[in-house]
Each structure stands twice: as structure tokens, then as C-alpha cells.
């Protein structure tokens, strides 16, 4: 299993970005992809989340609205579209893909969202 995440960078407050997650190894359309950060001094928390049927999505309170996870299970890949960024997601972020009830779970290496003026 192998999870590439692309797509970090340094933006102003406002500013967007797309990250992506390429995914190997497995069958990625039958497994619930998802994307973590990690501020530094805080505790890993979700971001967002879409189930491998249907394409059901979550999202933590704080990016409602501004961010938009999607996946191509042709492309074996999940992005999250960030718009009006602000300096609090400034982080690590990691993609993760996930089998509920299972022991699969694996992650990527992560990539830096910095927001900054």
C-alpha cells in the first residue's frame, strides 16, 4: 500500500489549494479515503472523509463549506479542494485510506499547508 499526497504549499490567507493522494497497492474504490492534519503542539484531527460507496462525505465543523473532498477511482486518487484558507489550517496534512472494522488503515507521508501573510 502506498499513499502519495501532492498539492502543499505556502498561501495567503483567502488563497486556495488542491491537494491530492495518489494510492496504490490495493482496490481504492472499495476503501473510505480521508484527510488528517496535524498542527504542531495539537493532536492529529479529520478533515474530511468519503466512503467508498456512494461517495458520502464528512467534514470537521471548521471546514464546512470551504472544503470539498472527491475521489477518481479511475485515477486511484482523492483530493481536497481548500478555498478561503485561513492561517488556522496551517498544518501537516495527511491522507489516509481505511477499511472501517478492519485492520486497514494506512497513511501517507503527509504534506505542509502553510497560510501566511
Known amino acids: 500500500v502506498r499513499l502519495v499526497e501532492s498539492g502543499g504549499g505556502l498561501v495567503q490567507p483567502g488563497e486556495s489549494l488542491r491537494l491530492s493522494c495518489a494510492a496504490s497497492g490495493f482496490t481504492f474504490s472499495t476503501v473510505t479515503m480521508s484527510w488528517h492534519r496535524q498542527a504542531p503542539g495539537k493532536e492529529r484531527e479529520l478533515v474530511a472523509l468519503i466512503s467508498s460507496v456512494g461517495g458520502n462525505t464528512n467534514y470537521a465543523d471548521s471546514v464546512k463549506g470551504r472544503f470539498t473532498i472527491s475521489r477518481d477511482n479511475a485515477k486511484n486518487t482523492v483530493y481536497l479542494q481548500m478555498n478561503s484558507l485561513k492561517a488556522e489550517a496551517t498544518a501537516l496534512y495527511y491522507c489516509?485510506?481505511?477499511?472501517?472494522?478492519?485492520?486497514?488503515?494506512?497513511w501517507g507521508q503527509g504534506t505542509q499547508v502553510t497560510v501566511s501573510s
Open positions: 489516509n485510506a481505511n477499511v472501517p472494522a478492519t485492520p486497514f488503515n494506512y
